[in-house]
């Protein structure tokens, strides 16, 4: 069965600190793809970054980095200077597009970041 | 490019009432997912569409839910009769394909009295 845990049902911060969101994922399959989204508080999931299981590359977008490890099945994603506006729900997720192409959602990280 | 529209926003029925949602999708997005979110919870696929054809619908509970996408574009989620733990968040997404990027509506905010 595949699952996606995010340990940190919260993470407070204060503003300009550098902070960390864990994503650990189970899966016998060796081909997926890795996601995060952010819900802020309007409810609408924004896609952020998409990673397929052979691409093992870290990448940089601005303030935020991903760090995916296959060795330890974790998808980490880190915010560099935090900033208000950062604060909303992440969601990792994993989809298996050669049984259906659903996605599955960790229960996700509060982050609140305070000025 | 316009985002994946939903409506209503917000919806307060009592129990046993019959409540739609509407959902129309990035304009050429034939892959169209209604997901149900729980509070603190992560979102779960109810029904997927490719083009008018629900190819997954294996999580729906079909004795008050059901969904139609008529022409392959937009798309309507109907519960009927609502029951209180229907209160949720209903979010529809559409990608290009089944193996490409899902993106997300707003969703809509269901509240069962």
């Known amino acids: 069965a595949q699952k996606v845990t995010q340990a940190q049902t919260e993470i407070s911060v204060v503003e300009k600190e550098d902070v960390t969101l864990d994503c650990v994922y189970e899966?016998?399959?060796?081909?997926?793809?890795l996601f995060w989204y952010k819900q802020p508080p309007s409810g609408e999931l924004v896609f952020l970054i998409r990673r397929n299981s052979f691409d093992e590359q870290n990448e940089i977008s601005g303030r935020y980095s991903w760090n995916f490890q296959k060795s330890t099945s974790s998808f980490n994603f880190t915010i560099t200077a935090s900033q208000v506006v950062d604060s909303a729900v992440y969601f990792c997720a994993l989809v298996l597009y050669n049984q259906g192409g659903k996605l599955i959602f960790g229960q996700g990280t509060e982050l609140s970041v305070k000025p | 490019e316009a985002g994946v529209v939903q409506s209503p926003r917000y919806k307060i029925i009592e129990k046993k009432q019959p409540v739609a949602f509407w959902c129309n999708p990035i304009?050429?997005?034939?892959?169209l997912y209604w997901y149900l979110q729980n509070l603190g919870q992560g979102p779960e696929l109810l029904i997927r569409?490719?083009?008018?054809?629900?190819?997954?619908d294996s999580q729906l509970p079909k004795d008050r839910f059901s969904a139609e996408r008529l022409k392959g574009v937009d798309s309507t989620l109907k519960i009927q009769p609502a029951e209180l733990g229907d209160s949720a968040v209903y979010l529809c997404?559409?990608?290009?394909?089944?193996?490409?990027?899902?993106?997300f509506g707003p969703g809509t905010r269901l509240l069962v009295l």
């Open positions: 304009s050429g997005h034939n892959t």
């Open positions: 899966t016998r399959d060796t081909t997926y793809y």
């Open positions: 569409y490719e083009n008018e054809e629900a190819v997954d």
């Open positions: 997404a559409s990608s290009a394909s089944r193996r490409e990027t899902q993106y």
